[in-house]
């Protein structure tokens, strides 16, 4: 892999002000020159958001839409937390960080992995202005790898099994994409045991479907 864009393309700035550091991560072009597409970061936050989802990158018709999650992927993934779009897209409830904010382009498996200078360069300043939140979603290995890090099992499943060891404050996913359908049928226990749990977790936090939170 290539190294890293420099960062001094984009600066997180000083202001403590969530607009300001939201309109800096959209005019981010600190990997413009590795992005085949151009720069176009995807980011939701609200400081008072209580749910953040922590994907990979946006796929190349989110990246078309500026819409986070605005594919197949998302559908299943709202499916799967019991939320329609109105609170899903809903930044005063639900915050959408993904590890990398622009579409990453195509490799010989499909999407290339998230650009590394994303969370290094914005996710503390980032998570500052998000007091709130009690429940992180980790969707994916390389959301799983960042935040927790030694933590990980040896395999996605054994992480996503083993979800109960991060609880309260994070819960693992596997990634909601059509191409992981394989993995669902052969782990027929996540939709049957995990969704189920994740679902009253998310109601927990945000309560329940058509009702508001007190």
Same mark, same amino acid.
């Given at each position: 892999?290539?190294?890293?864009?420099?960062?001094?393309? @984009?600066?997180?700035?000083?202001?403590?002000?969530?607009?300001?550091?939201?309109?800096?991560?959209?005019? @981010?072009?600190? @990997?413009?020159?590795?992005?085949?597409?151009?720069?176009?970061?995807?980011?939701?936050?609200?400081? !008072?958001?209580?749910?953040?989802?922590?994907?990979?990158?946006?796929?190349?018709?989110?990246?078309?839409?500026?819409?986070?999650?605005?594919?197949?992927?998302?559908?299943?993934?709202?499916?799967?937390?019991?939320?329609?779009?109105?609170?899903?897209? !809903?930044?005063?409830?639900?915050?959408?960080?993904?590890?990398?904010?622009?579409?990453?382009?195509?490799?010989?498996?499909?999407? =290339?992995?998230?650009?590394?200078? @994303?969370?290094?360069?914005?996710? !503390?300043?980032? =998570?500052?202005?998000?007091?709130?939140?009690?429940?992180?979603?980790?969707?994916?290995?390389?959301?799983?790898?960042?935040?927790?890090?030694?933590?990980?099992?040896?395999?996605?499943? !054994?992480?996503?099994?083993?979800?109960?060891?991060?609880?309260?404050?994070?819960?693992?996913?596997?990634?909601?994409?059509?191409?992981?359908?394989?993995?669902?049928?052969?782990?027929?226990?996540?939709?049957?045991?995990?969704?189920?749990?994740?679902?009253?977790?998310?109601?927990?936090?945000?309560?329940?479907?058509?009702?508001?939170?007190?």
């Amino acid at each position: 892999m290539e190294p890293p864009a420099r960062f001094e393309a @984009c600066t997180p700035p000083r202001s403590r002000d969530l607009s300001g550091l939201l309109d800096a991560i959209r005019a @981010c072009h600190a @990997c413009a020159a590795h992005l085949p597409l151009g720069p176009r970061p995807v980011v939701q936050a609200g400081a !008072d958001a209580r749910l953040l989802i922590v994907g990979q990158a946006p796929g190349a018709k989110v990246h078309a839409s500026g819409v986070p999650w605005d594919d197949a992927s998302g559908a299943r993934l709202r499916e799967w937390l019991g939320l329609g779009a109105a609170t899903f897209y !809903d930044p005063s409830q639900v915050a959408i960080v993904p590890m990398g904010f622009c579409y990453p382009g195509r490799g010989g498996g499909g999407d =290339l992995p998230p650009r590394p200078e @994303c969370a290094p360069l914005w996710f !503390d300043a980032l =998570l500052a202005h998000l007091p709130r939140i009690e429940l992180t979603l980790l969707v994916g290995q390389y959301a799983q790898r960042h935040f927790l890090g030694a933590a990980r099992k040896a395999t996605l499943a !054994d992480t996503v099994a083993a979800h109960a060891e991060y609880a309260p404050r994070f819960f693992p996913l596997p990634h909601p994409s059509p191409r992981n359908t394989a993995w669902r049928q052969r782990h027929p226990w996540f939709e049957r045991d995990v969704l189920p749990l994740l679902r009253e977790r998310v109601q927990a936090v945000l309560g329940p479907p058509g009702g508001g939170r007190t």
